[in-house]
């Protein structure tokens, strides 16, 4: 597992992007790490929500009895959706993971195995989760910080595709940007469905 204080580092740069293909994790190990990234974000969101909610509530004179309980169930749908959130992401993540993977066996044989690479990658999402996430955490300036730290996380993600695989970089490029590419896509077409479907309902209704 990787302490939460060098992915920051390692994003940054004052850890070279190597770590994530010298360190040798296993797939459990990565998990546990992505896991208390994840956590330490989240919590910090809710906790976030929970103060801002509760203050506009409050301003606009809401009964405290109604505030206690709104906010109670507020941290209580929030909480449920934690885990089916975690297992999302992290399902994402070694998908994509394993198209790289997939698409990097053209170009290197010698390529390992699928979960020993998802580990390092896995481990890497974490850094640029925790990253994003803190900064989603400052209203406006953050959002635009957020952004960039996540377009940076893609060049992260090739210069580590480039040095695990030891491609030049325009297979690195292709390796990379493929399989994002392509799960965003069915992730557009997904939400388009369900926006449809409830836009749908809605006028049923």
Do not use: C, H
């Not at 926006?195 to 749908?200: C, E, H, P, R, V």
Request: zero cysteines; proline letters at 2%; aromatic letters at 14%.
């Amino acid at each position: 597992m990787i302490n939460p204080k060098v992915l920051l580092f390692a994003f940054f740069g004052k850890k070279p992007i190597g770590i994530f293909v010298s360190e040798k994790l296993s797939l459990k190990d990565a998990v546990m790490t992505y896991a208390i990234v994840f956590l330490i974000v989240k919590l910090l969101l809710v906790l976030e929500i929970i103060v801002f909610v509760g203050l506009s509530s409050f301003l606009a004179g809401q009964a405290l009895v109604d505030l206690l309980v709104g906010m109670l169930l507020l941290l209580i749908g929030l909480l449920v959706l934690i885990p089916f959130v975690f297992a999302a992401e992290l399902v994402f993540i070694y998908l994509l993971g394993a198209l790289q993977f997939m698409i990097a066996g053209f170009y290197r044989k010698d390529k390992g195995s699928l979960n020993n690479f998802n580990a390092s990658f896995i481990a890497l999402a974490s850094s640029i989760k925790l990253v994003v996430g803190l900064f989603l955490l400052v209203p406006f300036v953050g959002w635009f910080a957020a952004v960039v730290a996540l377009i940076y996380g893609v060049v992260l993600m090739y210069r580590f595709i480039r040095d695990r695989f030891t491609l030049n970089d325009a297979q690195a490029a292709i390796v990379v940007l493929i399989p994002t590419d392509l799960l965003l896509a069915i992730l557009l077409v997904f939400a388009g469905i369900i926006s449809t479907f409830l836009i749908g309902t809605t006028l049923l209704f």
